[in-house]
């Protein structure tokens, strides 16, 4: 029977594991995010009920929103039977709220094997007893259909660039990935459908592999690569420099040559700090940072004389690409409005992207260098004018800080002003608008 689509979601994520150490990898914190939790920081916290969660919601099928592996035990319909990808509940140790989840992929000899995360910490395949079995669920309705993703516009203009780029069948013998379909590995593919690759399997994958079919093609990629590398948070500009990144050079590598492009501490996670970065930056400017990086990246590999003038000409064609995309639709940032990031981790600091009626202008009351001129202003006209308006200050603070205080906070309060100001003059990269109601 044909796999549900949950299923060929954490498929997709065989092979994540936890980072040694005080690191944390971006993949399973994104798990948390998205079983409906913004709060764990930590791969330290118990994973798999996260996974499973996300796993489901990345099929557009409802979740616990828990992070309690139990928690699954009353959702959706129990089964009394194993089936393909149904949720497995199982204890853990002698605690009687502690647990384990995952999803079946088969049973034998008494032991159920499950596709789940926070296995030997990673997301593997393992073999449970039986005799551990809590229960086991299915979505009331399995044939839930996922919902639409909003950059699915995008996605699909940015996918075609890539596929041009990738072009059909391969085989080449200096290709570490080996037999390559519109640039996805045979590995890729075998892990995708869930099989094993060896001998007895390797023909009869690399004929699938040569008639894949676009819609497949279509959701590894999204899987794989947009999903895990966060382009979904970007403009057009950069999301597709930073798909293709990924496509190519790996999601890691990507995220840390973006995170290099924006000079902030390389750790592999979009977090708020390169998110902040990236809201400072010229999306032109950052895209040609972007490919010199990758550039000199290719150079450094020991294939590049092989295929080095393919790499170079992609990069190009791609900065190409998005430079006029930016031109054709006005963009000037490199990070989507707060509204529209779906991360929701940080709100922006000064340096990010803010709402305005023009993409290229900013609202007055955002403006550095007009609040800095307004309180100079205020430190060293309102005094003098103040009692032509019926202002006056009160006689007891008069006489408790005398007029010397008094001066002295004027000429502070005029400072900081004058700073403000120029430090906005001298900071800033967009014109001033009058925001709309």
Partial sequence: MDQPAWLAAAWAELGVR???????????????????????????????AAFAGAMLKRAGVSNTGSLLARSYLEWGTALDDAR??????????DDPTAGHIGFVIGEAAGKLYLLGGNQSDAVSVAAFDASRLLGLRWPKDETQTPNAPADDGFFTRALGHILEMEGGFTDD?????????????????????GQT??????????????????????????????EPADCSAFTAPLA???????????????????????????????????????????????IEVYADIR???????PHFWRFGRGWLKRVDATLTLGKSWAATDGIIRGLMEPAQNAKGETTMSDTSTTVTTDDSAKWWAQSKTLWGTVITAAATVLPLLAPTIGVSLPADVIQTFGDQAITAAQAVTGLIGTALAIYGRFTASSILSIRKS
Avoid at 295 to 301: C, H, I, Q, S
């Fill in 240 to 286: 597709l420099m930073h798909f293709d990144a990924a496509v190519n050079h790996g999601v890691g590598t990507a995220i840390r040559m973006l995170q290099q492009s924006v000079g902030v501490t390389v750790d592999g996670e979009v977090g708020p700090e390169t998110l902040g970065a990236i809201g400072a930056r010229n999306v032109v400017d950052l």
């Fill in 295 to 301: 550039r000199a990246r290719y150079r450094a590999l």
């Fill in 197 to 226: 690759l060896d001998g007895s399997s390797r023909d009869r994958l690399i004929a699938e592999l040569k008639s894949i079919p676009d819609a497949t093609v279509a959701t590894i990629y999204r899987r794989r690569y947009f």
């Fill in 173 to 193: 013998p200096y290709d570490p990935g080996g037999p390559t379909n519109r640039g996805i590995t045979l590995e890729v593919y075998a892990n995708f459908k």
């Fill in 84 to 93: 393909l990808g149904a949720i497995a509940v199982f204890s853990r140790g």
């Fill in 18 to 48: 936890e980072i040694p150490g005080d690191a944390n990898a971006p993949e399973i914190l994104r798990y948390f995010r998205d079983a409906g939790d913004d709060d764990v920081k930590t791969e330290t916290t118990p994973w798999c």
